[in-house]
C-alpha cells in the first residue's frame, strides 16, 4: 500500500495540511521543509490523489457510499432532504450513490457499514462518523477520499467536515442565555447520548463560555437523554423539584418534546427560559406555544446535499476542497422568524 500524507507528515515532523501544501506547491513553506517533504513521498512511493482518480473515473459509474446515524431523529428530515436532492442532481453525471442508514450511535454496526459499502465497490464515502478508535482505525485504512458531515472524527484522512461549528454554537448558546437571565442563576443542560461528539462539543462550548464570561451562570447538571423525549421530561421533573428556582434549561439534542410534557404536567405558568437545537416541525411548534424561547438551527439540508459534490469533484476532475472545515450557518430562531 503506497504511504499515505498522514504517514508522510509523522516521518517529516509536521502538519498534514503543511505536507499537503509541499506535494501541491502551494507554498507558504519553508523550502528545506519543503524539500524534506518530497524526498519522503518519492522515498515511500506517494501516490497523489489526481493519480489515483485516473484510475478510478475509467469505469463506467462512478459510486459513492453514505453513512448516517440517529437515522429516525427529527434532525435528519433536512439531511436526508439534502442527500435525496444531491443524488438527483448528481444522476446526470454516471455516478451512483449508495446510503446506510442506522437508528443508532454503535460503532460495530458503522464499521460493518463502512465495510459493506467498500466491498460494494465505492469509489468515495460521506459520513457521520461515530467518535471511537475502532471506527478512526477503520476510516485511516481507506485508500479512498472521506468526507465526513454533521459529525466529525479528529485524526483521521478526511478531506473536510460539513457542518455546523458546534463548539462555537454552544457559546452563542450560553450568550443567549446570559441575555435572557441577566448573566446570572442555575442552569441545566440535557444531552442526547455521551457517545456523541456533536452534542459534546455544544455542551462543552456552553460551559467554556459561561465560566469565562458569566462566572454567576452555575451549571447545575450535565444529563443524557438518549434522544427520548420521555427521559427529557423525567431530566427535567427531577431537576426542578432539587433546583425549584432554576433558570435555564438548554437541550443540545433530540427529545425536545419533552418539555412540553414537563410543563403541561407541572401546569405552571412560569418555566426557566429554555433553548433547544434544530428546526424541525415539533419544534418550531414548540417556539409558537412558548415552550422555548431561542432555536439554533445547523442547516441539515446543506449538511446532506454538499458532500456528495466534494467527493465528486475529488474523484472525476482530482479538486480538492479549498477548506478543510466547511462550517454551515448558525441561525438563531424564535417564534416570530420561522
Request: proline share 3%.
Amino acid at each position: 500500500m503506497p504511504i499515505t500524507i498522514q504517514q508522510i507528515a509523522e516521518l517529516a515532523g509536521v502538519s498534514r495540511g503543511t505536507v499537503d501544501r509541499a506535494l501541491n506547491n502551494r507554498g507558504r513553506i519553508n523550502p528545506e521543509v519543503e524539500e524534506k517533504v518530497k524526498e519522503i513521498a518519492n522515498q515511500y512511493g506517494y501516490v497523489s490523489k489526481r493519480k489515483r482518480v485516473k484510475k478510478t473515473t475509467s469505469k463506467s459509474v462512478v459510486k459513492l457510499g453514505v453513512i448516517t446515524q440517529l437515522s429516525e431523529s427529527p434532525f435528519m428530515i433536512k439531511v436526508n432532504e439534502g442527500i435525496r436532492d444531491a443524488k438527483e442532481a448528481l444522476k446526470l453525471k454516471d455516478l451512483e450513490v449508495l446510503v446506510k442508514e442506522s437508528n443508532t450511535v454503535d460503532e460495530n454496526v458503522q464499521i460493518n457499514q463502512i465495510n459493506e459499502l467498500i466491498s460494494q465497490g465505492i469509489d468515495g464515502l460521506a459520513i457521520m462518523p461515530i467518535e471511537s478508535e475502532e471506527v478512526r482505525f477503520v476510516l485511516n485504512e481507506l485508500t479512498i477520499p472521506v468526507v465526513t458531515f454533521n459529525s466529525d472524527i479528529v485524526g483521521t484522512k478526511r478531506s473536510c467536515f460539513v457542518g455546523l461549528n458546534n463548539r462555537k454554537s454552544g457559546r452563542v448558546c450560553a450568550g443567549l442565555m446570559a441575555l435572557m437571565t441577566g448573566n446570572r442563576g442555575k442552569m441545566l443542560i440535557i444531552t442526547g447520548f455521551f457517545s456523541n461528539s456533536v452534542c459534546n462539543m455544544r455542551v462543552d462550548g456552553f460551559v467554556e463560555e459561561a465560566k469565562k464570561t458569566f462566572p454567576e451562570m452555575e451549571i447545575v447538571g450535565v444529563h443524557s437523554s438518549f434522544d427520548d423525549e420521555d427521559e427529557v421530561k423525567k431530566i427535567i421533573l427531577n431537576a426542578l423539584e432539587t433546583y425549584p428556582d432554576l433558570n435555564g434549561i438548554v437541550i443540545a439534542s433530540s427529545g425536545q418534546n419533552g418539555v412540553k410534557k414537563a410543563f403541561s404536567e407541572l401546569k405552571t405558568k412560569k418555566r426557566p427560559f429554555i433553548i433547544i437545537y434544530d428546526s424541525t416541525p415539533d419544534n418550531k411548534k414548540l417556539l409558537r406555544e412558548n415552550m422555548a424561547d431561542f432555536l439554533i438551527d445547523q442547516d441539515g439540508y446543506v449538511q446532506g446535499y454538499k458532500p456528495l459534490f466534494i467527493l465528486n469533484n475529488i474523484i472525476s476532475q482530482g479538486i480538492e476542497p479549498k477548506k478543510e472545515f466547511m462550517y454551515t450557518k448558525i441561525s438563531i430562531r424564535t417564534k416570530y422568524s420561522i
